[in-house]
Antibody, heavy 121, light 107 residues
Framework: QVQLQQWGAGLLKPSETLSLTCAVY????????WSWIRQAPGKGLEWIAE???????NYNPSLKSRVSLSMDTYKTQFFLNLNSVTAADTAVYFC???????????????WGQGTPVTVSS | EIVMTQSPSTLFVSPGERATLSCRAS??????LAWYQQKPGQAPKLLIY???TRATGIPARFSGSGSATEFTLTIGSLQSEDFAVYYC??????????FGQGTKLEI
């Protein structure tokens, strides 16, 4: 059974870089895309980006200029960097397993537990 | 970007009743639609994918239907643990994957 565990800094100042890690335990790491999603306080879900083992990435156009994804296949971990953060980036950030490579089955399952991130001066 | 719109925003129902939640896409997504349940302080949980296929371990009282731009999540005989927020998500055209704004199921 695949499980995702995530962590990262929870309090940032404006203009700093948000950095989060998601570790994948169990199941196949190489055969899937791995996504990041966020949820602002009291709001809905916003998909951020996805990455596959080959390094193929897709980004939400609204965040593309500030987002960078990477992964460590040996550790079965993937990473989110979001630079130049503002208060609008305050949210709970989730990681999740996405579609199998070479498919369009883009549902997200399972999800990490979420990491709350606050941006405040 | 495909815009997903859910209705109603809040649905008041009683335990044992049936709940019907709607999701509309701004353009056809075929049957490339998923539903999630989110409880306070928790990550979303996949309920339905392919518009009507229940995810592993999801009770049969959850059912999905629809295609193209109109979708429905039906929860038959509501249990206390079903009161949560429900989101639809399209994966027909990306990036980005997009979600509806959610429907909150309240007693």
């Amino acid at each position: 059974q695949v499980q995702l565990q995530q962590w990262g800094a929870g309090l940032l100042k404006p203009s700093e870089t948000l950095s989060l890690t998601c570790a994948v335990y169990g199941g196949s790491f190489s055969g899937y895309y791995w996504s990041w999603i966020r949820q602002a306080p009291g709001k809905g879900l916003e998909w951020i980006a996805e990455i596959s083992q080959s390094g193929s990435t897709n980004y939400n156009p609204s965040l593309k200029s500030r987002v960078s994804l990477s992964m460590d296949t040996y550790k079965t971990q993937f990473f989110l960097n979001l630079n130049s953060v503002t208060a609008a980036d305050t949210a709970v950030y989730f990681c999740a397993r996405g579609r199998e490579v070479a498919t369009v089955n883009g549902w997200l399952d399972p999800w990490g537990q979420g990491t709350p991130v606050t941006v405040s001066s | 970007e495909i815009v997903m719109t859910q209705s109603p925003s809040t649905l008041f129902v009683s335990p044992g009743e049936r709940a019907t939640l709607s999701c509309r896409a701004s353009q056809s997504v075929s049957r490339n639609l998923a539903w999630y349940q989110q409880k306070p302080g928790q990550a979303p949980k996949l309920l339905i994918y392919g518009a009507s296929t229940r995810a592993t371990g999801i009770p049969a009282r959850f059912s999905g239907s629809g295609s193209a731009t109109e979708f429905t999540l039906t929860i038959g005989s509501l249990q206390s643990e079903d009161f949560a927020v429900y989101y639809c998500q399209q994966y027909h055209d990306w990036p980005p994957y997009t979600f509806g704004q959610g429907t909150k199921l309240e007693i």
